[in-house]
């Protein structure tokens, strides 16, 4: 006997459908939440520094933001299937020196190196995928394992030295322009909307959300959890990677200590714009203002002569608000649905 309609039934009544509306318009409300204070810090350094309503400012902070929101992006899907990713800093510093040393050593052309760093970024997230899924380890503590991992190779590869030597060509991915727009802008935009359409249009992204909103109905579905959850992760170590060969190549070199402290920015991007660490919330769009927000902030920082440290004082003050609100909305929803 086929039991699947049943099963189906007792996941839509654990997963409950009018909740997920309710989870949508609470999800709504803070990207709009997330989006107004992003307008205000906008209109308030406008007015506070005649240097920060420039082109040539906003492109600066528009590049500047570019890696930080493309590895976001990819730890917002990890985030929405209720894990994280710890390890992407590591990940991307692994990436962009072995990118950097394909070219150096071995005379690899620039495209060729990126897909390579991309596809090192993708291994390490298969890596991580596996160990959550098949060694049932905690996302925490199998990212954690990466990060360390990651960053021992790297140091191990370079001697904890920088690789140059690279091809000038190599330099446009960072730093080229098409027209009038600089490539990291419309290689962001272009992640972007391929993400925004895998999490709203595919399978996997259905699957994401559901998985982070109740592992178990999820399971009661018919749903590949770990097929889904492995190919988040990879999706992630890919961004990661990507990012790394982006970052590399603004400086034409490979840098082993990129990326240390980048997973906290990833995350607070993730997490500011309402990204739950709980599961089952989070779109791009609220990513890239999460990312933007703390970009727009750090450079504020910089126009208004701020003292650095204060910089790391607000960022951590914000990500303490939204990670309050988040779990705000989570007792009211919970309290609504308790009610009915």
Known sequence: MNDT???????????????AMSDRLSQAMSQLAAAGALIVIFVVLSLASPAFLTADNLFNIGVQTAVTAIIAIGMTMVIITGGIDLSVGSVAALAGVFGALLMSRLGFDPVLAIVGGTAVGA??????????TWAHMAPFIA???????????????????????LP??????????????????????????????????????????????????????????????????MISGALAGFGGMMAASRVNSGQP???????????????????SLFGGQGTVFGTLIGAFMMALIRN??????????????????????AVYWDQFRRRRLEAGSGGR
């Open 5 to 19: 309609p049943d099963r189906t039934a007792a996941a839509n009544s654990r997963t409950g459908r009018p909740a």
């Open 123 to 132: 291994l390490a997230g298969l890596v991580n995928g596996l160990l959550v």
């Open 143 to 165: 990212t954690l394992g990466m990060m360390s991992v990651a960053r021992g190779v790297v140091y191990i590869a370079t001697g904890a030295v920088a690789v140059f030597g």
């Open 168 to 233: 000038n060509s190599f330099r446009l991915l960072g730093q080229g322009q098409i027209g009038v727009f600089p490539i990291p802008i419309l290689a962001l935009a272009a992640i972007a909307v391929a993400v925004h359409i895998v999490l709203t249009r595919t399978r996997l992204g259905r699957y994401s959300y559901a998985i982070g909103s109740n592992p178990e109905a999820a399971v009661l579905s018919g749903i590949r959890v770990r097929t889904a959850l492995t190919s988040t992760y």
């Open 257 to 275: 200590n990129f990326g240390i402290g980048l997973e906290l920015d990833v995350i607070a991007a993730a997490v500011i714009g309402g990204a």
């Open 300 to 321: 504020g920082s910089v126009l208004l002569n701020i003292n650095t440290f204060y910089q790391s004082v607000i960022i951590g003050v914000v990500i303490w608000i």
